[in-house]
């Protein structure tokens, strides 16, 4: 199967000469998900935002970055690519979910006209009226969000933490994305929600084969939904494997403090097993 991202020798570097990111390389195929793993500061949104062109103002890339938005079609290069080029590649090719889903909704809009923005995008202004209400509704049951009527005609402030970030998650979805990014997407929910919403995310890109590039600075939440971790520390790649080998045998002293720090290892480690 083809990759739907190929990083190579990503660098993110600020425009006064500070490496944030140095020669970090991955890819992912189709169905299949890696987990980006490291502390805070590692670089882990960075190397996310730059898969995503959207890196702040006064930070480049360099090396490559390639993303494939269907099996079929080529891979487009996002390091140099002019906004018109990336706003293309948005939404099909990739898109992110956030820590804080309030990034991406807009306070002011109801819940459900963002989502039917998004799948009008997706589908095309021809999508309206009921058949446009029916679709954001299956969109927000997709999500088990309960009285998806009630919460498409609230306001992001009106819900909950937990229902906010499944809505997120509905937008995203909603464009039909070869890649799903999810940058600590469930960090700021508490831990039953947390672990809700981690399940639900494993089943849609199961049921959906989608590419995930999940991260995290807890591996064990990164064990519970990823076939494969990168670890990155201070903007490196440090380690790489199946989770299995980084979990059980990691050979760096950074990945073993990871290890050690995992939160619900034995949780991970249940998943393995299994
Ligand atoms: N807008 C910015 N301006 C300057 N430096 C930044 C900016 N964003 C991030 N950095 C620096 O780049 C490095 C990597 O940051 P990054 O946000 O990618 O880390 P992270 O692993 O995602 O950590 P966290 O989980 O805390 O977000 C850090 O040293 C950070 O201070």
Excluded: C
């Amino acid at each position: 199967m083809s990759d739907v991202l190929q990083v190579q020798g990503l660098g993110v570097r600020t425009d006064d000469g500070r490496d944030l990111v140095s020669d970090v390389s991955f890819s992912i195929r189709a169905g299949s998900r890696l987990g980006l793993v490291g502390e805070s500061g590692s670089g882990k949104s960075l190397t996310a935002l730059a898969v995503m062109g959207l890196l702040p103002r006064g930070m480049s890339a360099s090396g490559s970055i390639r993303l494939r938005p269907s099996a079929a079609g080529p891979a487009a290069e996002v390091v140099g690519a002019s906004e018109q080029r990336l706003n293309g590649l948005r939404g099909s090719a990739a898109t992110v979910v956030f820590q804080e889903p309030l990034t991406a909704l807009d306070p002011l809009m109801r819940a459900g006209h963002q989502i039917a923005e998004a799948l009008r995008l997706t589908h095309g202004r021809g999508l309206r009226g009921p058949a446009l209400r029916r679709a954001v509704t299956d969109a927000l049951d997709r999500v088990r969000l309960p009285e998806p009527d009630r919460i498409a005609r609230a306001y992001p402030h009106e819900i909950s933490g937990g229902q906010r970030q499944r809505v997120a998650l509905a937008m995203a979805l909603a464009r039909e994305p070869a890649l799903l990014i999810a940058d600590e997407p469930t960090t700021a929910l508490d831990v039953t929600v947390q672990s809700e919403v981690l399940a639900l995310l494993d089943g849609l890109v199961a049921e959906r084969g989608m590419a995930l590039l999940f991260i995290s600075h807890d591996l064990a939440v990164v064990s519970a939904v990823t076939d494969h971790v990168l670890v990155l520390k201070d903007g490196s790649a440090v380690e790489s494997g199946t989770v299995d080998d980084i979990v059980r045998r990691p050979s760096h002293p950074y990945t073993r403090d990871l290890v050690g720090s995992a939160r619900h290892l034995e949780s991970a480690l249940e998943r393995i097993v299994r």
